[in-house]
């Protein structure tokens, strides 16, 4: 609790003390009413100060000039009535203790939001004249050498250059299982080194290492507001002076129409009466707080699972996606091409890789680099002459003299070699060998473990279609999707076609069903942004796919996809339960207000007590481990 | 030009009125308010003095709030 809200905690009690004590006290008239004044000025005093500044700054519809009217009204009942003030002090009594309790707890959750999503590393160690100093990370400058003790946070991203160990990066990734690390390895800030000590040198600044990056983009998150954020201020708006009207309205017109229609008393104190219970009822706190709180904890939860969700708006569109459109390399496969079989080969394996991978040495295509890690040993290019690159084809060359082919059919028909088909799915490269046949090698990338798993725990979740692009050639993109049971796939696209295929898929789809591409935010940027939302992946370290998405996912696992739809829907179901909850409870009680039937306890009730309701649900949100 | 300032708000509505307040302020272009996060965004117009431009804008806030604090 914080100064203010102990100075209020203090009033209360007095107040509520003072109540009690002049209750049992035998006096009437004017000096009942100057003694039940003390306890409430020193409830409301502020309220009131509030109320008249809001009248000289014309900003009249607060909830203090309501709150005003509403215990000046029923003093003044009092006074005419039979001299009850308890009521009227009650009502500011329990208006302030309704919002000492908002405030305490809209600040405790917003501090254990804010806390679960503190990653910021406090300090740096760095080794001065021998000495280990803790200095600011913000005065590390880059190349600068810095040493992470066992259970620190690794405070900028940097290079192993001594030391291996255990990283914890469940508070970027939300993934519990450690990583190892040995030297040479790059290292993000906001893991935790576990095992032993590490010597780095950092390769950023703090501001723009890993953690500040994403401490800014949460923190920024819930400032793009969602359109149900919008339409609570507009309510809130329109709601306060329409119910203030009314309040006046049901004032007046009742008791003229009695006593002149009707010919019946007045019964002015009832009807004032009831109106000052609707002023009660007519600040739209609850609304205006819960909503917003509602989203930051759904946005503070995913961050905690590794799921950075880059707004509240987001948050609301990811959670009516129906389509989910995956690229495939990278997203759903491992994007690392293996060699996965030799064929029909009469010279050994070894030595048809060696000639493969020299023949393609100068090649930066994936291709050339997993035929030359299946190789093992250093390339010597002296070895290669004559290489000739014929595009869509293949390559030939020269190794030690010997006259080498490797690529596609296509290449075996236009040397005019014979060569035997695979009916393995993969990229398959044919090598010639001196114009003769040698066998063919398959290469394929490796479907990630979770990717099926994925993609049934997004259909149970109700995702209507889930669709895979990819640049790949028809056989191993059909074989993929198959495996995976995608329902639609594309193959053998550009870069370009991609977007113009997500674009036929926006067209088709009906308004209300949102559209989200999946990549591993290389080369997708265009396609992240074009989609309803662009979700990246494993983009630890990716400045890029930071930048171009809208859902970040720490790791690269494709199970948190349908995590983070989960999450959203949780979220948004909950900010609609308090958005019909709020302005339901409210209208039933204005109603019964307006009947006589309400009294100001309940409106009371329906202010404060759907405020606490609706800020105790919305925390509910941050509960997303089971999801 | 974007700035990024801390503030103090209790309620949200107030927080609302507070980022309504700072957007009609002349030499604002966009303000944002989060109360979550207690933080107020302001993009000022071209050629603009910011700390005047906010002197004005914790001016017009006060007038819809009095228990809000800007620290510029």
Known sequence: MNKKQKKMLGRIILSAILIVVLEQLPIAGMLRFGLFLVPYLIIGYDILIKAFNGIRNKQVFDENFLMAVATIGAMMVGIFGEGDYTEAIA?????????????????????????????????????????LERVDPDEVGIGSVIIVQPGEKVPLDGVIIEGESSLNTSALTG?????????????????????????????????????????????????????????ISKFAKVY???????????????????????????????????????????????????????????????????????????????SKTKYVVFDKTGTLTQGVFEVNGIHHNEMED?????????????????????LQKAYGKEIDRSRVTDTKEISGNGITAKVDGIEVAAGNAKLMNRLNVKYIDCHHVGTIIHMAINGVYAGHIIISDIIKPHSAEAIRSLKKAGIEKAVMLTGDAKAVAESVAKSLGMDEVYSELLPGDKVSKVEELLNIKSEKAKLAFVGDGINDAPVLSRADIGIAMGAMGSDAAIEAADVVLMDDNPIKIAKAIKISRKCIRIVYQNIVFAIGIKFIVLVLGALGIANMWLAIFADVGVTIIAVLNAIRVLFVKKL | ????????????????????????????????????????????????????????????????????EIFI
């Open chain 2, 1 to 68: 030009m974007k700035k990024t300032y801390k503030i103090e708000v209790d309620c949200a509505n107030c927080a609302n009125l507070m980022e309504d307040a700072a957007k009609k302020t002349s030499g604002v272009k966009e303000a944002v308010v989060n109360f979550m996060t207690q933080k107020m965004n302001v993009e000022f117009e071209e050629g603009q003095d910011v700390s005047a431009v906010m002197q004005e804008v914790l001016k017009n806030c006060k007038k819809v709030e009095q228990d809000c």
């Open chain 1, 175 to 231: 993934e519990s299982l450690p990583r190892e690390a040995v030297i040479g390895d790059e290292i993000i800030s906001g893991c935790i080194n576990m095992t032993s000590v590490l010597k780095i040198q950092t390769t950023k600044e703090f501001g723009e290492s890993t953690v500040s990056k994403i401490l800014d983009l949460v923190e920024n998150a819930s400032s793009r507001k969602s359109k149900s954020e919008d339409f």
């Open chain 1, 91 to 131: 009502v500011m009594l329990f208006y302030q203790v309704g919002e000492l309790f908002q405030s305490y707890a809209v600040g405790k959750s917003r501090k254990n939001i804010s806390e679960l999503m503190d990653i910021r590393p406090d300090y740096a160690n760095v080794e001065r004249n021998g000495k």
């Open chain 1, 240 to 318: 306060t002076p329409l119910v203030c009207y009314s309040a006046l309205a049901l004032a007046i017109i009742p008791p003229l129409v009695r006593m002149l229609g009707m010919g019946l008393s007045p019964d002015w104190t009832d009807w004032i009466y009831r109106a000052l219970t609707f002023l009660v009822i007519s600040c739209p706190c609850a609304l205006v707080i819960s909503i917003p709180l509602s989203f930051f904890a759904g946005i503070g939860g995913a961050s905690k699972e590794g799921i950075l969700v880059k707004g509240s708006n987001y948050m609301e569109t990811l």
């Open chain 1, 350 to 370: 070894s030595k048809l890789i060696e000639y493969a991978a020299l023949v393609e040495s100068a090649s930066s295509h994936p291709i050339s680099k997993s």
